[in-house]
């Protein structure tokens, strides 16, 4: 089976970093899209920014600039690198990932148990 687990969440204060990663186990065969989705308390989970196997990437414009996707294939990981935070960050972020598990089967998408991150003003 696969698992994904976040790490790196936190309390900061506004202006600070946080460093997001989302590790895959398991039975992996390749991982093709890669995303970071965040859910505030009372708003519907949004998508925060995502990379694809050719490390294209696309951001929320509420985010573009202040946050950097990155992944790395060999270790099956991806980060989310974020600066400049704001009080309005402040939600559960979720990664979230395309995963083959093996040459005959298809792609299956898969979450990860989700990370707080709580930015203080």
């Known amino acids: 089976q696969v698992q994904l687990v976040e790490s790196g969440g936190g309390l900061v204060q506004a202006g600070g970093s946080l460093r997001l990663s989302c590790a895959a186990s398991g039975s992996i065969f390749s991982i093709n899209a890669m995303g970071w989705y965040r859910q505030a308390p009372g708003k519907q989970r949004e998508l925060v920014a995502t990379?694809?196997?050719?490390?294209?990437?696309n951001y929320a414009d509420s985010v573009k600039g202040r946050f950097t996707i990155s992944r790395d294939n060999a270790k099956n990981t991806m980060y989310l690198q974020m600066n400049s935070l704001k009080p309005d960050d402040t939600a559960v972020y979720y990664c979230?990932?395309?995963?083959?598990?093996?040459?005959?089967?298809?792609?299956?998408?898969?979450w990860g148990q989700g990370t707080q991150v709580t930015v203080s003003s």
């Open positions: 990379i694809i196997s050719g490390n294209g990437t």
């Open positions: 979230n990932e395309d995963i083959r598990s093996s040459y005959w089967r298809s792609f299956s998408n898969y």
